[in-house]
């Protein structure tokens, strides 16, 4: 028998925590386009009144949310992440965030998690284009715990959000700590030397780089980025203070993604310190192989963003 644990995906433990909500309050409604999960199935056999299915129709199924918004109820919807997102943008734009309304936008496939399936179905735009929209709450997390937290936090909050996920096998980050995901960013590991600052499946990257970075004798922080929009900004302030050198890591293209989201920052607040995006440079991927093949020839990998902060940090010497 294999000894392998078994993990859970972050959907999957959002919907488990989901459905608890959903049981204690039959005013809450989830609409999901042409997407199932085992996890989904108790929804619409126990809660059939408060599951409904659009197929593959993202737009009506922003319609329908609204409309049910509007008639008070709190909304969830569920889709391939960039089909609910770039696919619905001018609906999300002016019927959710204009109208402020309490609906959450699920999206599962952030980065290239449906790697083989080229640039129709990666979503590495999705920060950029969503953070742009006044109004809307962006959550990003890197673990199913993390996932399983934002149900709550997020069925409370009245506000409109946007929930990206990563797809299943991703290891546990958060096993055995007692932390307040509700803050918007964790610091996973102290350092004194370098700040990684990492979003969604990049924050597992960053922990491997800390690694590889420890044998060179540089201790890196690294700090989980779950929320994106709004940023806790006085907490990451403090997070980032004692270190002249930020390295902000995502699966997402440079041109305002996280990175650009953290330079901002950094420069709204007048801080002088060095700062490494790292992540997607301006290109569509047609690469197959899957997702390390992906990381590897674009310097993702943990070898190539190894090699590119040691030789970033030796120029300023």
């Known amino acids: 028998m294999s000894t392998t644990p078994f993990i859970i995906g972050m959907r999957d433990a959002f919907f488990d925590e989901l459905y608890k909500r959903f049981a204690a309050d039959r005013n809450a409604v989830f609409i999901s386009a042409d997407n199932g999960a085992p996890t989904l199935d108790k929804f619409s056999s126990d809660l059939p009144g408060q599951f409904f299915t659009v197929g593959i129709a993202e737009q009506q199924l922003i319609g329908m949310a609204c409309g049910m918004a509007c008639e008070g109820r709190k909304v969830y919807t569920y889709a391939i992440a960039p089909f ?88 546990d980050m958060y096993t055995g700590r007692k932390e307040n995901f509700a803050d918007g960013l964790v610091l996973v590991q102290p350092g004194k030397d370098i700040a990684l600052v990492a979003t969604g499946v990049m924050v597992h990257q960053a922990m491997r780089v800390a690694s590889v970075l420890a044998t060179k004798g ?100």
């Not at 201790?219 to 779950?226: G, N, P, T």
């Not at 992540?279 to 990998?301: A, C, H, L, N, S």
């Open 84 to 171: 609910v997102t770039l696919r619905c943008i001018e609906q999300v734009k002016l019927d959710v965030c204009a109208m402020n309304l309490p609906i959450v936008n699920v999206g599962i496939g952030a980065g290239y998690a449906y790697d083989i399936m080229g640039p129709s179905h990666h979503t590495v735009e999705d920060i950029s284009m969503m953070r742009a929209l006044p109004n809307l709450v962006i959550y990003s997390p890197c673990d199913s715990i993390s996932a399983a937290a934002l149900a709550s936090i997020t069925f409370d909050d009245p506000r409109p959000q946007y929930v990206r996920f990563d797809r299943s096998g991703i290891p």
């Open 218 to 317: 540089l201790k890196a922080r690294v700090i989980d980025l779950i929320r994106l929009k709004p940023i806790n900004r006085q907490l990451l302030l403090k997070h980032l203070c004692g270190v002249s050198c930020v390295v902000t890591m995502e699966e997402h293209l440079l041109a305002g993604g996280m990175g650009s989201a953290v330079a901002e920052l950094l420069m709204d607040e007048g801080l002088s310190k060095r700062l490494l995006r790292i992540g997607q440079d301006d290109r569509f991927t047609f690469d197959y192989g899957g997702r390390d093949v992906i990381w590897e020839k674009y310097g993702m990998d943990v070898r190539g963003v190894t090699r590119r902060i040691l030789k970033w940090l030796d120029k300023a010497k």
